[in-house]
């Protein structure tokens, strides 16, 4: 399937003051931007075909990959000047660009991109500022068991505040960890029809409109994650993803061990 990628907001919680600064899915995450990241995601479970949905910061999206190196993150043999690449990033990548505006609504950016999805039944969206190990291929396979027209990967509450119940007076009867709440989280993965496009009005949201309309029919299939979802939504997020990464901790990086059985087979 095609997966669409929201990558053109401004990142207001992650910008500096600089004019040109870089747009958060290209903030770096170990030697590769966080967008990369996402994609390489989508990529090992066989949805190689990526639609970019661009505004802010376009220019720098569409220069990362028009100059990509792909020794920056692979293995590889140099012999008498030839660099020979033990496996390969995005070679079997299909990017197409779209300029989606720079103030669009993340509906209005995916009814921007609609022609470029040609008649594909169902696709693949993403925010592109979140890393997860989901189970792209298990959550493809519920949906459609679902008989649902839309899907979303659902999260734990993700918030280190608490949640007090108190009186009228002012007495505190309860202090629970939001953590602990019994409701999910909009996790930012979602497989869609077709007919989302017929719930999102101009200038709409995909969630809010779209997504709301098909949960008021019983039409919306949640899926309930409960392994690693870490968003990079903020500076501290980001740099904790990547700290994480140049550790060796890194879960949402799903396709590692399939890159080292390929390089094991190499002669």
């Not at 600089?18 to 479970?45: E, N």
């Not at 690449?85 to 070679?91: G, K, R, V």
């Not at 592109?128 to 899907?151: C, N, R, W």
Request: proline share 6%; charged share 25%; glycine share 8%.
């Amino acid at each position: 399937m095609k997966v669409v990628l929201f990558c053109g907001g401004y990142g207001m919680r992650m910008r500096n003051d600089s004019a040109d600064a870089i747009p958060k899915p290209l903030q770096m995450v170990g030697p590769r931007p966080l967008l990369w990241h996402v994609m390489r995601y989508y990529a090992h479970f066989g949805h190689k075909e990526f639609v970019l949905c661009l505004g802010y910061g376009a220019e720098h999206i569409k220069n990362f990959f028009l100059s990509y190196q792909e020794a920056a993150s692979n293995d590889f043999v140099m012999h008498n000047g030839r660099v020979d690449l033990l496996h390969s990033d995005i070679n079997d990548w299909k990017i197409t660009f779209v300029d989606t505006g720079l103030e669009s609504a993340i509906g209005e950016r995916l009814r921007r991109v609609r022609p470029h999805l040609d008649d594909d039944d169902y696709f693949l969206a993403n925010y592109a500022d979140v890393l997860s190990d989901a189970p792209m291929d298990e959550i493809v396979t519920k949906f459609h068991a679902s008989g649902a027209a839309a899907s979303m990967l659902i999260v734990p509450p993700q918030s280190s505040f608490h949640c007090v119940d108190v009186t009228d007076s002012g007495e505190v009867k309860e202090i629970t960890p939001v953590s602990k709440l019994p409701i999910w989280e909009n996790g930012g993965f979602f497989v869609l029809s077709q007919e989302i496009f017929d719930l999102l009005p101009p200038g709409g949201d995909l969630v809010e409109d779209a997504c709301g309309a098909l949960a008021a029919q019983g039409r919306l299939f949640g899926y309930k994650h409960m392994g690693f979802w870490k968003p990079a939504d903020t500076f501290k997020e980001r740099a904790e993803l990547d700290a994480g990464y140049h550790k060796g901790v890194r879960p949402w990086m799903v396709w590692e061990d399939a890159d080292k059985d390929t390089a094991t087979e190499l002669p």
